[in-house]
């Protein structure tokens, strides 16, 4: 057994949130090389990004919301699973409606959330981080909540299926890094400014991770709805944001194929670890 394994399921959702900001951290490190990177290719990158975002909404937190929810609900053990996605969802929608955010390839002026002077007072830079920052939360939560539940229900399985978990949302944080890092570059600020802003849109991630945990271990009956509430969370940041912003370039093919190759990916790596 593994160091890691031997850890608290608290310091293993923090080190697995860590990890995943530190590939968010590699990613926006792209700046320092590249000053643009084609539109063709964020597309393809938003894409990926969204189709890791759906393949771990099934099988890394809504499959496993269900079975954990069977003994204590029997046939109506889809109920959990049920409410807590759509409060996951509606829960972003009200994140998305009072922080002001600007997304990818859009004008100051396109500016959503919050109010109109809050949204003016704040630099594009600002917006775009604030943007990355909300689709960040509900990884984080996902990491936390997938080791949390390993506190009660511990399995071998259920281990590497959070260890998978946690390589597949960095996986995608890393394309995510250089989405961000390279808009603000290209927008006029420095190559140090746009590494910071990129790397420190995730740092929201280990600290929802280790909320997530807690959560699940104080209040082990909220296991099942924590787990939907994540993905519902992680769907409305995929419908809401990527997938449009990835389809509205020209690139809708390239996109597409994207997102089916990181669904393809995830999927691999929830079901062969897990």
């Given at each position: 057994m593994s160091w890691f394994e031997h850890q608290?399921?608290?310091?293993?959702?923090?080190?697995?949130?860590?990890?995943?900001?530190?590939?968010?951290?590699?990613?926006?490190?792209?700046?320092?090389?590249?000053?643009r990177v084609s539109r063709r290719l964020l597309d393809v990158m938003m894409g990926f990004a969204a189709g890791v975002m759906i393949a771990t909404s099934f099988w890394s937190l809504l499959a496993p919301s269900i079975e954990y929810a069977e003994p204590a609900y029997g046939?109506?053990?889809?109920?959990?699973?049920a409410v807590g996605s759509l409060l996951g969802g509606y829960f972003l929608r009200f994140i998305d409606a009072v922080v002001p955010h600007l997304h990818l390839d859009k004008e100051k002026a396109d500016a959503e959330g919050g109010g109109t002077k809050e949204r003016k007072r704040l630099s594009?830079?600002?917006?775009?981080?604030?943007?990355?920052?909300?689709?960040?939360?509900?990884?984080?939560?996902?990491?936390?909540?997938?080791?949390?539940?390993?506190?009660?229900?511990?399995?071998?399985?259920a281990y590497i299926g959070a260890l998978g978990l946690a390589i597949?949302?960095?996986?995608?944080?890393?394309?995510?890094?250089?989405?961000?890092s390279i808009p603000i570059r290209t927008d006029g600020k420095s190559r140090k400014q746009a590494f910071f802003w990129g790397a420190m849109s995730a740092v929201v991630e280990p600290i929802a991770a280790v909320i997530g945990a807690f959560a699940v271990i104080a209040m082990t009956p909220i296991l099942p709805y924590a787990l939907s509430f994540a993905a519902g969370a992680m769907i409305f940041v995929v419908v809401e944001e990527l997938i449009?912003?990835?389809?509205?370039?020209?690139?809708?093919?390239?996109?597409?194929?994207?997102?089916?190759?990181?669904?393809?990916?995830?999927?691999i790596l929830d079901v062969a670890l897990g």
């Open positions: 608290s399921v608290i310091l293993q959702a923090l080190l697995a949130g860590l990890f995943t900001w530190s590939c968010t951290i590699v990613g926006s490190a792209i700046v320092f090389f590249f000053k046939k109506f053990s889809w109920i959990p699973a594009k830079t600002a917006l775009l981080f604030l943007a990355i920052t909300i689709h960040n939360i509900p990884e984080g939560l996902a990491v936390g909540v997938t080791f949390g539940a390993l506190a009660n229900n511990y399995t071998t399985a597949g949302i960095g996986l995608q944080n890393i394309p995510e890094g250089a989405a961000l449009p912003e990835s389809q509205t370039n020209g690139n809708t093919d390239l996109a597409t194929l994207g997102l089916m190759a990181g669904f393809v990916i995830m999927m």
